[in-house]
């Protein structure tokens, strides 16, 4: 009774190891098939499935790897799906796009003959594991390469940031020589808005108008006054007129200058504004800072200079005009006043 109960124990047992063994792959035509195989490198991680049945045989690949995408590691996945016939181990499959490919299989291992990629290399060959086992394995990949995608991230936006930054500071630098090269520029533009034309008219205009007014007092002062005299004294005035008329007309060119000299000295004004706080931003770390600095002072010193000058020619044309067009008024009322007291014969 004893011995039978020990062979009963012994029977168990052996099931028991065999269902143990069998566990983790399937049967099929005396092959022994694992749950997945897998094949695992340092930025990839392959793991396959053989699927048999009667009909046919299935092979699915999943391909993990990483690319670097703007020196980021990203860790991407690609299916490939087998179908063919399993005979024995060695399997002759067919890709659905219709690539052939020969692999051959045990409980231990996956050999692929030819490359499940197109242009891609035959792997080596993939050992036995399970669905879980690699999904531990592709879990610890997926970390330790977001974690390396994550350092290099701030990396990137570090070394971005530099970059930026080095690009503005060179920048406000180029900013800096150019408004100092359009200060001087723009401040020799409001220098040569002179109004000597403006000047010498009104000069030459009062002149006249003396002399003019002169000859007719000449006239004016003769006892007997002729008629045909009378008509000289009388175009002579005429002629203060068009003088007359002729300065307040100078006024027009003084308002274009004025107005031109205002958009020049507007210009000038926020640039000076402008260079002064770029080069406060920059004077510390711009290369060459004594020469750029002296470039500045001249630059700023010029602008200023030229838009103080340009206040009092304005200032002076203004008062030479206002004087002037007094003294013409009054010199034509003169020769009116002549004209009215006299009495040709």
Same mark, same amino acid.
């Given at each position: 009774m004893g011995k039978r109960k020990n062979r009963v124990f012994i029977v168990i047992a052996l099931i028991v190891l065999a269902a143990a063994g069998f566990a983790g792959s399937r049967l099929l035509g005396g092959v022994s098939v694992a749950e997945g195989y897998v094949h695992e490198e340092e930025n990839r991680i392959i793991f396959a499935k053989v699927i048999p049945n009667a009909d046919q045989t299935r092979v699915e690949v999943v391909d993990n790897f990483v690319e670097t995408q703007d020196s980021i590691p990203v860790l991407k996945s690609e299916i490939y799906d087998y179908t063919g016939t399993m005979d024995g181990e060695k399997l002759t499959l067919q890709s659905q796009s219709? %690539? +052939?490919?020969? +692999?051959?299989v045990s409980a231990g291992e996956l050999v692929f003959q030819s490359p499940f990629q197109e242009g891609g290399q035959v792997p080596a060959?993939?050992? +036995?594991?399970t669905p879980v086992q690699y999904q531990k394995q592709l879990e610890t990949m997926t970390n330790r390469i977001n974690e390396q995608a994550e350092v290099k991230k701030k990396e990137v936006a570090e070394k971005q940031a530099k970059e930026k930054e080095r690009v503005e500071f060179a920048k406000k630098v180029e =900013? @800096?020589?150019r408004l100092a *090269?359009?200060? $001087? !520029?723009? *401040?020799q533009y409001l220098t040569d808005l002179q109004f000597p034309d403006e000047a010498a $008219?009104?000069?030459?205009?009062?002149s006249e108008l003396q002399g003019l007014l002169d000859e007719i007092k000449l006239y004016a002062g003769q006892p007997a006054l002729q008629m045909t005299e009378y !008509?000289?004294?009388?175009?002579?005035? %005429?002629?203060?007129?068009v003088l007359v008329d002729g300065m307040s007309s100078m006024n027009d060119s003084i308002q274009d200058k004025k107005k031109r000299m205002a958009d020049i000295t507007g210009v000038l004004e926020t640039d000076l504004t402008d260079i002064k706080a @770029?080069?406060?931003?920059? =004077? /510390?770390?711009?290369?060459?800072? !004594?020469?750029?600095?002296?470039? $500045?002072d001249a630059? $700023? =010193? +010029?602008?200023?200079? /030229?838009i103080e000058q340009a206040k009092k020619r304005i200032s002076s044309i203004e008062a030479e005009r206002d004087t002037a067009s007094q003294k013409a008024d009054k010199l034509y009322g003169e020769a009116n006043a002549f004209l009215s007291k006299v009495k040709p014969k």
């Open positions: 219709g %690539g +052939a490919m020969e +692999a051959s060959k993939l050992l +036995a594991s =900013k @800096t020589d *090269a359009d200060l $001087v !520029e723009n *401040a $008219v009104y000069q030459s205009h009062v !008509e000289v004294m009388k175009e002579t005035a %005429g002629a203060m007129k @770029t080069w406060e931003e920059i =004077k /510390a770390k711009a290369p060459k800072p !004594e020469v750029r600095q002296k470039a $500045v630059a $700023v =010193k +010029a602008a200023q200079e /030229a």
